[in-house]
């Protein structure tokens, strides 16, 4: 068949407008739907925020409750009975009588505060005793009798605290919590506060630790799996600042370097490998994450709290 000119011009004309249409839609399209992406990270890491702000706010509350209880009068007041024969030459007070006041003060500090699991004064002698420790147990608030006082010279967290000067303190690595070396079942996850005990001279005598069931706090930030109206899949991780994951939606992946396992963040999702390196200044981020062959949205968000 032929076709005059007028035909083919037209032809060309509506399939010229056809693809400009095309391509203008395209590029409508793609604006607006960057957009939204868009607007889902900035709701992503906003939500990122505010769930670490009661993070820093329990921590913060740690920090200084750590503190009011090592400046109690029963700290100095046995460490000066100790020095003077089981008398306190200021008041008189016996060793057993501060011993027992300071008991009262951790246990009415553990009915007051229910994320704290332990208090303990530990002494500079005898490979670092314990002198008055308070536990939280299924059976509530117990006070430790001297036979089941231990020594914990040999932990990371004795060794560092009294390395620090006066007015320093001490946020221990989260770990799972352990008695006579073993984890306890069923496990609890536990940040430890520890401040030291100077005397006027300087000189270092105990310390005092509070053990906070951190496992709590991790739960309260919403680590659990979730869909938002729109239908996205959210997974809520927490990691420690080597990537290891502390909350995780499987928790057989959770504290890995206590079982010798190399669960990472790093070793899930791609693009996390410097975020962890101690040079890298990046607070905030979000990725796109190939992982198993798909591509994923990965908020990131570094949360200080101890230099």
Avoid: C
């Avoid at 509350?61 to 000066?80: E, H, K, M, N």
């Avoid at 962890?276 to 981020?285: A, E, G």
Wanted: aromatic share 10%.
């Amino acid at each position: 068949m032929r076709f005059g000119i007028t035909f083919k011009i037209g032809a060309l004309a509506l399939v010229l407008t056809l693809l400009t249409a095309i391509a203008v839609g395209w590029v409508f399209y793609s604006g607006i739907n960057n957009l939204l992406i868009q607007k889902k990270l900035l709701s992503f890491e906003e939500e990122l925020r505010l769930q670490a702000i009661p993070v820093v706010s329990e921590i913060e509350a740690l920090r200084q409750d750590v503190v009011f209880l090592s400046r109690t009068p029963p700290i100095v007041g046995i460490f000066r009975a100790r020095q003077n024969g089981g008398i306190d030459p200021l008041d008189g007070s016996t060793e057993k009588i501060w011993r027992q006041r300071l008991a009262i003060i951790f246990t009415e500090f553990l009915e007051a505060k229910p994320r704290y699991i332990q208090l303990r004064y530990i002494g500079l002698n005898n490979d670092g005793k314990e002198i008055v420790r308070v536990n939280r147990t299924q059976n509530g608030i117990v006070e430790v009798p001297p036979k089941g006082l231990q020594a914990k010279g040999d932990q990371p967290y004795f060794r560092d605290t009294i390395k620090l000067n006066r007015g320093e303190l001490l946020l221990s690595e989260i770990s799972l919590n352990r008695e006579f070396g073993k984890i306890v079942e069923p496990v609890t996850p536990v940040l430890r506060a520890a401040v030291p005990i100077h005397l006027s001279a300087g000189k270092v005598i105990g310390m005092v630790v509070i053990n906070i069931d951190f496992g709590a706090i991790l739960n309260d930030s919403h680590n659990h799996r979730d869909h938002d109206p729109e239908d996205f899949e959210h997974f809520h991780f927490i990691t420690n600042d080597k990537g290891y994951f502390l909350s995780h939606p499987d928790s057989s992946k959770t504290f890995g370097f206590e079982r010798k396992e190399d669960f990472k963040i790093q070793k899930t999702y791609t693009g996390f490998e410097t975020l962890f390196d101690k040079n890298n200044d990046i607070s905030q981020t979000s990725i796109f994450s190939e992982t198993a062959g798909e591509t994923k949205v990965v908020s990131f968000l570094k949360v200080p709290f101890e230099p």
